[in-house]
């Protein structure tokens, strides 16, 4: 089952795609359940309660859901965990060794967005860039776990996810300024929908982008240097992950960093998918702006 969100901005409305009585698929509304899809939801033994429910027929057909814009899977979370360079080629091709430990940052929760919602490019960027992930929401609270297998059940389900990246923003001098490259509005399109844990084989999921229909990036999640239990168990070892929260999981090779293709300019369309878990589509566009910093700290220059 396909849970999602659908409708304008800031009133989406809960709903699920599944198969229906003569075997296609039909949309079905949550409201019977609950308001939003969230961390309450998923705490509280939601996804199970969706399956009861379609099961015993009492879910209401959501008339015209395929007319309205799609959201983001999960309500706006708690946070959103980034982890880098966690495919041995995408490390190779930033000029990076493989890390030993998981490389984690965050990115704002304001940077979320649904999987068609225009992407826009920060004004006075030139190296914006794509990253197909596989995204993970937790389901249950996990704070210093003691095991891989306690940190699995932790897992709510999986989701396809973006991580637009400005790259001279991330990557300048030694130290890096990854929390500017990664915190961009709209850099964090999840979707189409979520798909409960015990559903997907997430170690062995192809993922795959397209700039203006040419191919970029095509692996598997197989090459995860760190997968995704361990995340989940490496990360409660630093914070706690609450029910609603969402992990990154990093990127394979084939980006704009690695020199081989151009950065994104306006106009352009990306298109990100994972098998089972759905296809991205977003239409890049010049956000506006009206002053930028030099390279020089404490010079602001005007455009």
């Not at 999981?249 to 759905?278: C, H, M, N, Q």
């Amino acid at each position: 089952m396909k849970i999602m969100r659908l409708g304008d901005t800031g009133k989406e409305q809960p709903a699920v795609l599944a198969p229906s009585a003569d075997g296609s698929e039909e949309y079905f509304s949550l409201l019977p359940l609950t308001g939003d899809i969230d961390g309450r939801f998923l705490a509280g033994g939601g996804l199970a309660k969706v399956r009861e429910a379609l099961a015993a027929g009492a879910l209401p057909v959501l008339k015209g859901a395929a007319g309205l814009r799609v959201g983001a899977p999960v309500a706006r979370p708690g946070a959103v965990v980034g982890i880098g360079m966690n495919y041995a080629a995408h490390a190779a091709e930033s000029g990076s060794a493989p890390p030993e430990v998981p490389v984690v940052f965050l990115k704002p929760t304001n940077t979320v967005t649904g999987p068609y919602d225009p992407a826009p490019i920060p004004p006075h960027s030139s190296c914006y860039d794509w990253e197909v992930e596989l995204g993970m929401v937790i389901g249950a609270e996990a704070s210093y776990l003691g095991s891989v297998e306690e940190a699995r059940e932790c897992i709510a389900g999986y989701v396809t996810a973006n991580d637009f990246s400005e790259r001279e923003y991330q990557i300048p001098g030694a130290a890096g300024q990854w929390t500017k490259g990664k915190s961009l509005p709209g850099s964090t399109p999840l979707g189409p929908w979520l798909v409960p844990a015990d559903e997907i084989d997430a170690g062995h999921l192809p993922l795959h982008s397209r700039v203006n229909g040419e191919p970029r990036q095509d692996s598997s999640t197989a090459g995860l240097i760190f997968d995704v239990a361990a995340l989940v168990h490496h990360c409660s070892q630093y914070m706690r992950l609450e029910p609603g929260d969402v992990i990154i999981t990093g990127t394979p090779e084939g980006v704009a960093l690695s020199g081989r293709f151009p950065y994104l300019k306006p106009g352009d369309v990306v298109e990100v998918a994972i098998e089972g878990l759905g296809r991205q589509r977003q239409e890049l566009y010049r956000a506006s702006g009206a002053a930028r910093y030099s390279q020089e700290p404490g010079q602001l220059q005007s455009t």
